[in-house]
């Protein structure tokens, strides 16, 4: 009985490593540095914003659930440079491929439209910060590989993203104007 109980023990164990293992490389593999707390903070705002009617408050509630509240500077600067964060681009499209359809482009359109309204409500400040952030070789480097990382996302998922990109590249455009 002893030795039976051992053997089935040992499979188990076995088994176990062999899960988590797999778990581990296909989290990689679809993820790849995308960090389980970040995920569990785009995770979590989103289900305390789904239950939101209208899109433009929905799109404010996940941002102030993931990041602080929007009137602090710092925290909406963070909004805008995750837009740049090759990692947070794939759980953002993760997260958006698990949105509910009727809610996809009122989403977009939302978050296109709170991209325009940062960039008409910056503060000289912030628009010298946020300058300085992006021309810098880290800020270049950083660019460079969001356009990368967009560019091997899914069609249908870019061209859903069509209005949130235009908004982002006129703030880019914007910030290089004296």
């Not at 979590?44 to 009137?71: C, D, M, N, S, W």
């Not at 963070?78 to 794939?90: A, C, G, P, S, Y």
């Not at 482009?105 to 978050?111: D, E, F, P, Y």
Request: proline share 4%; no cysteine.
């Amino acid at each position: 009985m002893k030795k039976r109980t051992t053997r089935i023990l040992l499979w188990g164990s076995l088994a176990a490593l062999i899960l988590i293992g797999a778990g581990a490389a296909v989290w990689v593999r679809i993820f790849r540095y995308y960090r389980l707390k970040d995920v569990m903070e785009d995770v979590q705002a989103g289900l305390k914003a789904r239950h939101i009617k209208e899109p433009q408050a929905r799109v404010e509630a996940f941002l102030e659930a993931r990041y602080g509240p929007l009137t602090q500077p710092a925290n909406r600067a963070r909004v805008f440079l995750d837009m740049f964060n090759q990692d947070h681009i794939k759980g953002l499209n993760f997260i958006v491929s698990h949105t509910p359809p009727e809610h996809k482009r009122a989403n977009t359109q939302a978050m296109a439209q709170w991209i325009a309204n940062y960039r008409e409500t910056m503060t000289p400040d912030e628009r010298v910060a946020l300058q300085a952030r992006l021309n810098s070789e880290e800020g270049r480097a950083m660019l460079r590989q969001a356009t990368s990382r967009y560019q091997a996302q899914d069609v249908y998922f870019r061209g859903a993203q069509k209005p949130v990109i235009k908004e982002i590249m006129t703030t880019l455009a914007a910030l290089r104007e004296p």
